[in-house]
């Protein structure tokens, strides 16, 4: 279960305050201190824990929350508020082109779930806008890339324009756009080649790809569970591209919760999307203010 040790833990640290008619500065800063750790522990990036509780501290202190009804409640609803603003506050929409087709660029290590979630996006937007979305397998590296992608888009009824392994991704893009303007596609979701890790070569080929394609949104699949490699993974890809939103994945596994709660705050651009099982309905629109909830059981 997601972010199971950091919920305990953060329990752990306000349950102490309950029951209390007045907290006391120092019962306040062994809570902070307990909350610090938990969050530490559940790899949040350094900085973020910095800022974090600062902003709880100053908070309680400054509206007299110690000398006030049920102070306990009241930092339990200043660490949500809190959370939820470390995670961008509201939900981000989807970029969306004033004309067709809306250009999606789907970035990402291998392995993060970026095939996976080109299939599953295409898929909210045929169920939920009745979109008409063409796929383009851009992974010209590995050959069972291009097989996995058709072999997605089949299951959800989506085509792919493919043109092997052996064209230049680059062209490869060129034509796909060509054909999703005769097809009057409304949205294309270009996949593109990972690597185990962030190289200059594939930097510069998606580069190409973006300066040929103009995306309307560039979709930064990151893998939750690899906690703060995942916010190097994505300064990197963002620090080259520019990317306009991040997904998440693999929200469904045993993720510590160091990757949603630093990212944002990172690099500054928000998770849109979040990945919670296997399956190709298992996207869903990332809200920071039910995953704070999430987070604090
Ligand atoms: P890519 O190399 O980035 O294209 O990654 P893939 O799309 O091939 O995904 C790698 C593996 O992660 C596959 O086995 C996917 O089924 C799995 N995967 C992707 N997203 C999720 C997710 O949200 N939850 C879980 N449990 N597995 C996922």
């Not at 007045?22 to 750790?37: A, F, G, H, N, Y």
């Not at 095939?115 to 992974?139: C, F, H, Q, S, Y």
């Not at 291009?146 to 888009?153: G, P």
């Not at 869903?284 to 987070?295: E, K, L, Y």
């Amino acid at each position: 279960m997601a972010f199971e040790g950091l919920t305990e833990r953060l329990q752990n640290a306000m349950r102490k305050l309950r029951g209390k008619g007045k907290v006391s500065e120092s019962d306040l800063r062994e809570t902070m201190r307990e909350i610090r750790l938990a969050l530490l522990e559940a790899d949040v990036n350094f900085t973020v824990v910095k800022d974090f509780v600062k902003q709880v501290r100053e908070r309680a202190m400054g509206a007299d929350v110690l000398e006030g009804l049920n102070p306990a409640q009241q930092i339990v609803k200043i660490v949500d508020e809190e959370l939820t603003k470390t995670m961008g506050d509201e939900a981000v929409p989807l970029n969306k082109s004033a004309k067709i087709p809306t250009i999606i660029m789907m970035v990402g290590l291998q392995g993060a779930g970026k095939t996976t979630t080109a299939g599953k996006l295409a898929l909210k937007l045929k169920n939920e806008e009745n979109a008409r979305p063409l796929m383009i397998a851009g992974d010209v590296y590995r050959p069972a890339a291009i097989d996995q992608l058709v072999q997605v888009a089949a299951g959800i009824d989506v085509p792919v324009f493919q043109l092997g392994t052996d064209v230049d991704p680059v062209e490869i893009v060129r034509q796909g756009l060509a054909q999703a303007e005769k097809d009057h596609n409304d949205y294309v979701i270009i996949d593109t080649a990972g690597r185990l890790q962030i190289d200059e070569q594939l930097m510069d080929e998606l580069a190409n790809i973006k300066e040929l394609a103009h995306p309307d949104e560039i979709l930064l699949t990151v893998d939750a569970m690899t906690g703060q490699n995942a916010v190097a993974t994505a300064e990197g890809f963002n620090g080259k591209l520019d990317v306009t939103g991040v997904v998440l994945t693999k929200l469904d596994g045993d993720t510590r919760g160091g990757a949603a709660l630093s990212i944002r705050s990172v690099t500054g651009k928000p998770i849109k999307f979040i990945g919670q099982g296997e399956k190709m309905t298992d996207l869903d629109v990332f809200h920071p203010d039910r995953m704070a909830s999430r987070i604090l059981g």
